[in-house]
Every structure is written in structure tokens, then in C-alpha cells.
Antibody
Framework: EAHLVQSGGGLVQPAGSLRLSCAAS????????MNWVRQAPGKGLEWVSY????????YYADSVKGRFTISRDDAKNSLYLQMNSLRAEDTAVYYC??????????????WGQGTLVTVSS | DIQMTQSPSSLSASVGDRVTITCRAS??????VAWYQQKPGKVPKVLLY???RLESGVPSRFGGSGSGTDYTLTINGLQPEDFATYYC??????????FGQGTKVEI
């Protein structure tokens, strides 16, 4: 069975940086498109970023564009999210998520355990 | 970007009830809709995809329907473990996968 184990996160000051990691196991990581999704405290789910197989194509939500960078290392079966210029509104639980299927069968079928990022002075 | 308007934002129901949650997309998303369940403090879990296809292992009391811009999640015979928050998500527009605002199902 697929597993996504996240690390990183924690408390960071405004304008600071943080890097999240996600280690995949139990499936062929290089064969899947991956995403980051976040959830602010008491709020709903927000898609943050996408990376294609091979890492050629990346996309970002407008709210993080220019500040966050998604990347992957298929040799290490790992996904990353580099977060710079962090703001209070970036405070959230961040999830590493696998995308399964093609249109119209796409869904986020495996989720990491989530890691809390708190931006505060 | 496609907007997903989910309703209601919350509802009260009893064990055994039939519950319906709707999602309206701002444009035709040709059945590329998934539904998720999230319990407090837990990771979201996919229930349905392609509007009506049940994810493996999900009980058959969960069902989905719809087309075009309007989609529905139905729970037939609500069980105690179904009290949670439910989210719809469009996966038609690549790759800004918009979620609905969520529906909290309470006792």
C-alpha cells in the first residue's frame, strides 16, 4: 500500500523560510503527479501546488505564486515544498497528496499525515 | 478559475437518515468531480470520483450523481461514523483543483 510520510514544518517568523518534505513508499513514485494541499485552522481545503511526472511542469495557486517552489527527487522517492517569504496567512496544515487517474477519473487518493506550519512572531 | 459552490455549509441529521450535499461549478466540468470525507484531526479520504464512481473500500451507502455544473453526494442510511465534513473537488481544469467550502454533517 502507498504511504506518504511528511517532515519539516514548525514555527517560523513572518518573512522566514521553511522546507517541507514528503517521502513516498509502496508505489512507483516517479509514475505519479503530486500535489501539496493546505488547510488553515478551522478552514477548508486549498490546493497549493502541482508537479508533473519527471518534474517538468509545475503550477501554483495564486496565493503562493512566486514564494513557494515545488520539486521532486525521483531517485529518493521524495517530494518537497520550499516556502519563502512566509506570511501569517500561510499558517496551515500542509498535506502531500498523490494524484490518481486521468480525466474524468482523477482524484487525490493518498494523503500524507499533514504537517503544521505556523507563521508568527 | 473554476469556483465550486457547496451547500449547505452544515446540516443536522440522525442515524438512518438520507443526506444530500450539492456542489455547483462555475462552468461545465464534465463529471470530473471527487468527494472527500474528513473527520476532526484526520486526513481527508476520497469517497467518490468521476462524479459517481466509488473508491475501493468505500461503503455502498455513499453515492454520487450529476452532470455539467451540478453534482450531488448522497448518503443513504447515515451511520454514526459518517458524521464528518465533506468536500467536493473539481479536477477538470488542469491543474488548479478547486475544492468546495465543505459541509459539516452533525448529529
Amino acid at each position: 500500500e502507498a504511504h506518504l510520510v511528511q517532515s519539516g514544518g514548525g514555527l517560523v517568523q513572518p518573512a522566514g523560510s521553511l522546507r517541507l518534505s514528503c517521502a513516498a513508499s509502496g508505489f512507483s513514485f516517479s509514475s505519479y503527479e503530486m500535489n501539496w494541499v493546505r488547510q488553515a485552522p478551522g478552514k477548508g481545503l486549498e490546493w497549493v501546488s502541482y508537479i508533473s511526472k519527471g518534474g517538468i511542469t509545475t503550477y501554483y495557486a495564486d496565493s503562493v505564486k512566486g514564494r513557494f517552489t515545488i520539486s521532486r527527487d525521483d531517485a529518493k522517492n521524495s517530494l518537497y515544498l520550499q516556502m519563502n517569504s512566509l506570511r501569517a496567512e500561510d499558517t496551515a496544515v500542509y498535506y502531500c497528496v498523490r494524484l490518481q487517474g486521468g480525466v474524468p477519473n482523477r482524484r487525490f487518493d493518498y494523503w500524507g499525515q499533514g504537517t503544521l506550519v505556523t507563521v508568527s512572531s | 478559475d473554476i469556483q465550486m459552490t457547496q451547500s449547505p455549509s452544515s446540516l443536522s441529521a440522525s442515524v438512518g437518515d438520507r443526506v444530500t450535499i450539492t456542489c455547483r461549478a462555475s462552468q461545465d466540468i464534465t463529471n470530473a468531480v471527487a468527494w472527500y470525507q474528513q473527520k476532526p484531526g484526520k486526513v481527508p479520504k476520497v469517497l467518490l470520483y468521476a462524479a459517481s464512481r466509488l473508491e475501493s473500500g468505500v461503503p455502498s451507502r455513499f453515492g454520487g450523481s450529476g452532470s455539467g455544473t451540478d453534482y450531488t453526494l448522497t448518503i443513504n442510511g447515515l451511520q454514526p461514523e459518517d458524521f464528518a465534513t465533506y468536500y467536493c473537488q473539481q479536477l477538470q481544469v488542469y491543474p488548479t483543483w478547486t475544492f468546495g467550502q465543505g459541509t459539516k454533517v452533525e448529529i
